[in-house]
């Protein structure tokens, strides 16, 4: 939920690029014969960006790769753009692969930085935000193209959902609000060990669909169990610092060390860092407690 700047490379650059990459002179003909498409796409997604009605595009069955989508132009062509073209490629294409990996500076704008972005590889990965296996038009499409974590990238998956409440935050084209709004709440268990549960609860003021749009993302990003498992560190430090360094602060002075970091604009407002440190400073229990054996 960290919103990013679109790609600004040119589909039809991008569409040459990748067809050079293609090693079968007929699927490469073919691809090249209908060039047009990729202007056509990207009109498409960007009419469906203004209304953030993605999901209304028009999707391919599953598998199926001989299915054609455009004139004799199947499947399996458009998606070896991708695979073949681009992720194969050891020419411009792969080059402007990795230079779109570089718009998240590291940090996943699905899961708010929550998710590792270097792989074994050093290079994270690219996920479709429509993906190729249902919607192979878009699938060297640069604004289809979103870097992301493994863990949120394989978390979506080949599904997409068929209503518009139920479609993932979009980092390039969804509303301001999103990221820009607190929508993440933490409870803390007031007991030791403590446990921190994060949950969703819109705005009073967004709409119903802004609202299930939220639960859906942080469900199919695996948001509430990922958060959970980042917290462990900075509580632990955050009690020895109370037993320590902060032991003579009242409760109001400790609060005011935790909202640092719960108002810390340079991280995302609903990643797990800036919910946590809000609920920790929001938590009477905490703020007033010296862990003292
Ligand atoms: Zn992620």
């Given at each position: 939920m960290k919103k990013i700047q679109p790609p600004t490379c040119s589909p039809s650059e991008l569409f040459d690029d990748c067809v050079l990459g293609i090693s079968d002179p007929t699927v490469q003909a073919r691809l090249i014969a209908h060039k047009g498409l990729i202007e056509d796409a990207n009109a498409n997604y960007a009419a469906s960006s203004a209304t953030q009605t993605w999901c209304h595009l028009p999707r391919a069955r599953h598998a199926n790769p001989d299915q054609f989508i455009v004139g004799n132009l199947t499947?399996?062509?458009?998606?070896?753009?991708?695979?073949?073209?681009?992720?194969?490629s050891s020419g411009a294409a792969r080059k402007k692969y990795d230079e779109?990996?570089?718009?998240?500076?590291?940090?996943?704008?699905?899961?708010?930085?929550?998710?590792?972005?270097?792989?074994?590889?050093?290079?994270?990965?690219?996920?479709?935000?429509?993906?190729?296996?249902?919607?192979?038009?878009?699938?060297?499409?640069?604004?289809?193209?979103?870097?992301?974590?493994?863990?949120?990238n394989g978390g979506m998956g080949s599904k997409f959902p068929t209503s518009p409440e139920l479609q993932p935050l979009h980092p390039y084209f969804d509303a301001p609000h999103f990221f820009e709004e607190k929508w993440t709440t933490v409870t803390v268990s007031e007991d030791?060990?403590?446990?921190?549960?994060?949950?969703?609860?819109?705005?009073?003021?967004?709409?119903e669909k802004d609202r299930l749009r939220i639960l859906e993302h942080f469900k199919c990003c695996k948001l509430r169990g990922r958060y959970r498992t980042k917290v462990a560190s900075d509580i632990s430090s955050l009690v020895e610092q109370r037993k320590?360094?902060?032991?003579?602060?009242?409760?109001?002075?400790?609060?005011?060390?935790?909202?640092?970091?719960?108002?810390?604009?340079?991280?995302?407002?609903?990643g797990w860092k800036r919910s946590l440190y809000h609920g920790l400073a929001e938590s009477l229990w905490f703020c007033t407690n010296n862990f003292a054996a």
């Open positions: 499947k399996g062509d458009l998606v070896s753009l991708y695979t073949e073209g681009m992720v194969g779109l990996k570089l718009l998240a500076h590291d940090e996943c704008p699905y899961c708010g930085g929550c998710g590792e972005m270097v792989d074994e590889e050093g290079i994270g990965t690219i996920d479709h935000f429509l993906p190729k296996a249902r919607f192979p038009i878009f699938s060297i499409l640069p604004i289809n193209l979103v870097p992301s974590c493994a863990t949120c030791e060990p403590i446990l921190v549960t994060f949950d969703v609860a819109a705005p009073a003021t967004w709409s320590t360094v902060h032991r003579n602060l009242t409760p109001e002075e400790f609060r005011e060390v935790l909202k640092t970091v719960a108002d810390n604009g340079a991280l995302p407002i609903n």
